[in-house]
């Protein structure tokens, strides 16, 4: 049974008639999104998927979202925006933005649910979108080369030092607190154990161009064994090519133990040189980076502690059970990001 909606949706007899909805017989909280809220809505005109975008700007939103007429052209499985009377993808209702896209039924397997056919065909469809965004008819500016330099491990233990700090200095340190400060510790004891392996930024980061930013298994619809629509279009963004890969392929596969299926990632990376090639350094590259990014990161907890959003909590400790293994198996994800 889904969760009840913390925060009820407002307004909604003035979003069905913005959107020409007529009426609407059931409106159900969709309690598995992380960071934004959604919801399914049945109403005359049919059956919706309505969200609200949570601290995304309205404006990339709508920029995003007006591309998907061009990737579903392009073969890529979307879900178009609907628009409302005047046209707009994005409506703003008392004082929050929201999308609405049709409702498509399908899931979102991941782990062991994943085989290599599965694997194969998610990594044609990463390959399909980079190329559609990469077309000219895309509309999209030309990539600029993406900044940013891997956190330093000064940095990341001053940033994991801050949050142990802050649980001390709580009056009343709940079951969370306590775990994460756990992690924490641990945490700091193989940053110094592998900080010799953090990743050379003088070296390019490999290919880039825009991609879907988040193309993870909670933005991948399934039905068939098939991807039926990639959604949220939100964070579309310049990125390393490989990093999107390594990205998707260590959150697809991954098992609740932290584990990751290395034969579904070979076969992931087959399935998108189907499309796009890359070459086996460019991904070895993506994978120290991202490795190193998890290693040295713990932003979930600014969800928790700054923002006062529990959405991420339990990606905290999902991420470092696979910060864990992939420790401790560096070369054999490399091996199979090369195979």
């Known amino acids: 049974m889904a969760s009840p909606d913390p925060r009820p949706l407002a307004g909604l007899d003035a979003l069905s008639s913005a959107y020409g909805l007529g009426a609407v017989h059931s409106c159900r909280y969709l309690p598995d999104g992380f960071l934004n809220r959604s919801w399914r809505i049945d109403a005359d005109r049919g059956v919706f998927a309505l969200k609200e975008l949570v601290r995304l700007d309205p404006a990339h939103a709508r920029r995003s979202l007006g591309l998907l007429r061009h990737l579903a052209a392009a073969g890529v ?53 980079h190329r559609a965004l990469a077309d000219a008819s895309a509309g999209l500016p030309a990539p600029e080369p993406p900044g940013g330099l891997s956190a330093t491990p000064a940095e990341a233990r001053g940033r994991i030092g801050g949050y142990l700090g802050l649980i001390s200095r709580l009056e009343a340190p709940g079951e969370f607190d306590t775990a994460a400060a756990a992690v924490l510790r641990e945490r700091l004891e ?86 796009s090639p890359i070459g086996a350094a460019a991904l070895a590259d993506a994978a120290r980076r991202r490795w190193w990014r998890l290693t040295s990161s713990v932003w979930h907890l600014k969800h928790h502690y700054h923002l006062g959003d529990h959405s991420s909590d339990r990606l905290f400790f999902g991420d470092e059970r696979l910060v864990r293994w992939w420790t401790a198996h560096l070369g054999d994800v490399a091996a199979a990001f090369a195979a």
Request: charged share 20%.
């Open 77 to 129: 499985p979307v879900a178009e925006a609907v628009p409302d009377a005047s046209g707009e993808t994005v409506v703003r209702l008392r004082g929050r933005h929201y999308c609405l896209a049709p409702w498509i039924e399908g899931g979102h397997p991941r782990g062991a649910d994943m085989d290599t056919g599965h694997a194969f065909h998610h990594g044609s469809v990463i390959g399909r979108i």
């Open 190 to 275: 193989l940053l110094a154990a592998h900080e010799h392996l953090r990743p050379d930024d003088s070296r390019p980061p490999g290919p880039f161009g825009w991609t879907h930013g988040d193309c993870q298994n909670w933005n991948l619809l399934w039905s068939g064994g098939r991807i039926v629509a990639v959604l949220d279009w939100d964070r579309l963004r310049v990125n390393p090519f490989g990093e999107e890969v390594v990205r998707a392929a260590m959150y697809q596969f991954a098992l609740p133990d932290g584990r990751v299926d290395l034969g579904n990632v070979a076969a992931l990376v087959a399935g998108y040189r189907t499309e």
